[in-house]
């Protein structure tokens, strides 16, 4: 399965591929660029995902596509990882964990598929996601 990875250079910029596992490692399909600002990003994802997914046909489901930034992705040279690392009264945050999960969005998400699809005019409770 491939998928697009982002990943710091030496110079600092982000270098945007199409990689996939294979037999335990990371195989490179395509360097699609390097990137220097969000912009620049923004463009060589979309390349890249265009790249990935070809000429397939894809279901317009309105969600949108999340904006990319340069200061997201982590910084190998400086050994730390992206975003906050103190809490507000200065302190050390330690790792996060999560106390619960749902799967509500998901299956929000499925019904409205569901409807949108027109599948809600087959009456039948065992293929509608009610």
Request: no cysteine; proline share 4%; glycine share 10%.
């Amino acid at each position: 399965m491939a998928f697009v990875r982002k990943v710091r250079t030496a110079s600092g910029a982000v270098a945007v591929q199409v990689v996939r596992k294979h037999r335990g490692g990371h195989e490179i399909l395509a360097h699609v660029g390097s990137a220097h600002t969000d912009v620049e990003l923004g463009i060589l994802l979309e390349r890249a995902r265009r790249f990935l997914h070809g000429d397939q046909g894809m279901l317009d489901l309105d969600v949108p596509t999340p904006v990319e930034q340069i200061a997201d992705v982590a910084d190998w040279r400086a050994g730390q990882l992206p975003g906050p690392t103190t809490s507000k009264g200065g302190e050390l945050v330690g790792a996060g964990r999560t106390v619960r999960t749902s799967a509500r969005l998901l299956y929000d998400v499925l019904a409205f598929v569901y409807d949108r699809l027109g599948l809600d005019i087959i009456d039948d409770a065992v293929f509608h996601p009610s």
